[in-house]
C-alpha cells in the first residue's frame, strides 16, 4: 500500500529542531518551532561529513525519472492487451467487446516483482536508489494493462483517471504549500489508521475471492460501492500530505541524498494507489 510503511519511524523526537509555519486563527502564519526531527529507522537522518543531501531539486528529478519509466513500460502493457468487437454499437447501446491479455504472465509477474520491491524498500530505504526504477517500470507494465482493460469497457476512462489524478495531487500540494493541512500528530496517526483499515480490506477482499468468485467488501456499482470508492480514494488523497511532509523534513533536516530516492518512491506509490482507485471509482460511476 502506502506510507505507513514508509513513514515508519519518523513519529519520534531527535536530531535537530527545524522551524516551520502553521496558520494563527484565520489571517497570516506565525513561525513556531517543529519537534526535533527524527530519528530514521537505520540511523539518524544526518549527511556524512561533507556529503550531498537530499534537495527539492533532486528528489523532484528522481520523481519524473521514474515517472518516465512507468510511462514506458506502461505503453507495452497497454499493447499487451487485445480488444475484439464483439458486436457494433447500435443506436445508444454500446459496442461489445472482448479484452484479452496476451500474455497474462507478463502482468502477474510485474504484480508480484512490484510487490516484492515496494515491500522491500519501505524497510531498507538505502536500497531505494537501485530498486525505484526497476519498481516503476514493473508498476507501469501492470498500469498500462490494467488501464487498457478498463478502457476497453468505458472508452477513454484511463485518460480521465489520469487527469483526476494530477488535478488531486495539485490540490492536495496546493493546501499542504498554503499550511492549510499539515501533517500533524493527530492526522498521521489518522492516516496511518485508515491506510491499514483498507489494506485489511483489500487482503479480506482477495482471500475471500480465493474461496467464493465475485465476493468482495468494496461493493459493485451502487450507492455503497460509490462511497467506499470516494472514502478510500480520500485516504489515498491524504497520504499525500505524508510524503510532501518526508520531503520537506528531509530537506530542511539535511537528510542524506539518498533519501532523495526514497521520498520520490514513496511519492510513486501513493499516487499509483490514487490512480487505481479513481479508475475503479470512475468505473463504478459510469455503471
Given at each position: 500500500m502506502?506510507?505507513?510503511?514508509?513513514t515508519?519511524?519518523?513519529g519520534?523526537?531527535?536530531?535537530t529542531?527545524?522551524?516551520?509555519?502553521?496558520?494563527v486563527?484565520?489571517v497570516?502564519?506565525?513561525?513556531?518551532?517543529?519537534?526535533?526531527?527524527?530519528?530514521?529507522?537505520?540511523?539518524?537522518?544526518?549527511?556524512?561529513?561533507?556529503?550531498?543531501?537530499m534537495?527539492?531539486?533532486?528528489?523532484?528529478?528522481?520523481?519524473?525519472?521514474?515517472?518516465?519509466?512507468?510511462?514506458?513500460?506502461?505503453?507495452?502493457?497497454?499493447?499487451?492487451?487485445?480488444?475484439?468487437?464483439?458486436a457494433?454499437?447500435?443506436?445508444?447501446?454500446?459496442?461489445?467487446?472482448?479484452?484479452?491479455?496476451?500474455?497474462a504472465?507478463?502482468?502477474?509477474?510485474?504484480?508480484?516483482?512490484?510487490?516484492?520491491?515496494?515491500?522491500?524498500?519501505?524497510?531498507?530505504?538505502k536500497?531505494?536508489?537501485?530498486?525505484?526504477?526497476?519498481?516503476?517500470?514493473?508498476?507501469?507494465?501492470?498500469?498500462?494493462?490494467?488501464?487498457?482493460?478498463?478502457?476497453?469497457q468505458?472508452?477513454?476512462?484511463?485518460?480521465?483517471?489520469?487527469?483526476a489524478?494530477?488535478?488531486?495531487?495539485?490540490?492536495?500540494?496546493?493546501?499542504?504549500?498554503?499550511?492549510?493541512?499539515?501533517?500533524?500528530?493527530?492526522m498521521?496517526?489518522?492516516?496511518?489508521?485508515?491506510?491499514?483499515?483498507?489494506?485489511a480490506?483489500?487482503?479480506?477482499?482477495f482471500?475471500?475471492?480465493?474461496?467464493?468468485?465475485?465476493?468482495?467488501?468494496?461493493?459493485?456499482?451502487?450507492?455503497?460501492?460509490?462511497?467506499?470508492s470516494l472514502?478510500?480514494?480520500?485516504?489515498?488523497?491524504?497520504?499525500?500530505?505524508?510524503d510532501?511532509?518526508?520531503?520537506?523534513?528531509?530537506?530542511?533536516?539535511?537528510?542524506?541524498?539518498?533519501?532523495?530516492?526514497?521520498?520520490?518512491?514513496?511519492?510513486?506509490?501513493?499516487?499509483?494507489?490514487l490512480?487505481?482507485?479513481?479508475?475503479?471509482?470512475?468505473?463504478?460511476?459510469?455503471?
Amino acid at each position: 500500500m502506502s506510507n505507513p510503511l514508509l513513514t515508519r519511524g519518523f513519529g519520534e523526537p531527535a536530531g535537530t529542531t527545524a522551524t516551520l509555519e502553521r496558520p494563527v486563527g484565520t489571517v497570516g502564519y506565525a513561525p513556531m518551532p517543529t519537534p526535533e526531527l527524527p530519528t530514521y529507522p537505520g540511523g539518524p537522518m544526518a549527511a556524512d561529513v561533507g556529503g550531498r543531501t537530499m534537495t527539492y531539486g533532486g528528489t523532484a528529478s528522481v520523481a519524473v525519472l521514474m515517472l518516465c519509466a512507468i510511462g514506458a513500460t506502461g505503453y507495452f502493457g497497454w499493447r499487451s492487451v487485445v480488444v475484439t468487437e464483439i458486436a457494433p454499437a447500435i443506436g445508444d447501446r454500446k459496442a461489445v467487446v472482448d479484452a484479452s491479455l496476451t500474455n497474462a504472465g507478463w502482468l502477474i509477474g510485474a504484480v508480484i516483482i512490484g510487490l516484492i520491491l515496494g515491500i522491500g524498500t519501505a524497510f531498507v530505504p538505502k536500497a531505494a536508489r537501485f530498486t525505484a526504477l526497476p519498481y516503476a517500470a514493473a508498476q507501469g507494465y501492470m498500469l498500462g494493462a490494467i488501464s487498457h482493460l478498463y478502457d476497453s469497457q468505458s472508452s477513454g476512462i484511463a485518460v480521465q483517471a489520469f487527469v483526476a489524478t494530477v488535478g488531486v495531487t495539485l490540490i492536495m500540494l496546493l493546501l499542504y504549500g498554503l499550511r492549510i493541512l499539515r501533517a500533524t500528530p493527530k492526522m498521521v496517526k489518522g492516516i496511518i489508521a485508515a491506510t491499514f483499515g483498507v489494506m485489511a480490506i483489500y487482503l479480506v477482499s482477495f482471500l475471500g475471492s480465493l474461496f467464493s468468485p465475485g465476493f468482495s467488501l468494496l461493493g459493485g456499482s451502487g450507492a455503497l460501492g460509490i462511497g467506499i470508492s470516494l472514502v478510500i480514494v480520500g485516504i489515498a488523497a491524504f497520504n499525500l500530505i505524508l510524503d510532501f511532509d518526508l520531503i520537506e523534513r528531509g530537506v530542511k533536516g539535511k537528510f542524506p541524498a539518498y533519501m532523495e530516492w526514497y521520498a520520490a518512491f514513496g511519492l510513486m506509490v501513493t499516487l499509483i494507489w490514487l490512480y487505481m482507485e479513481l479508475l475503479r471509482l470512475l468505473s463504478k460511476l459510469r455503471d
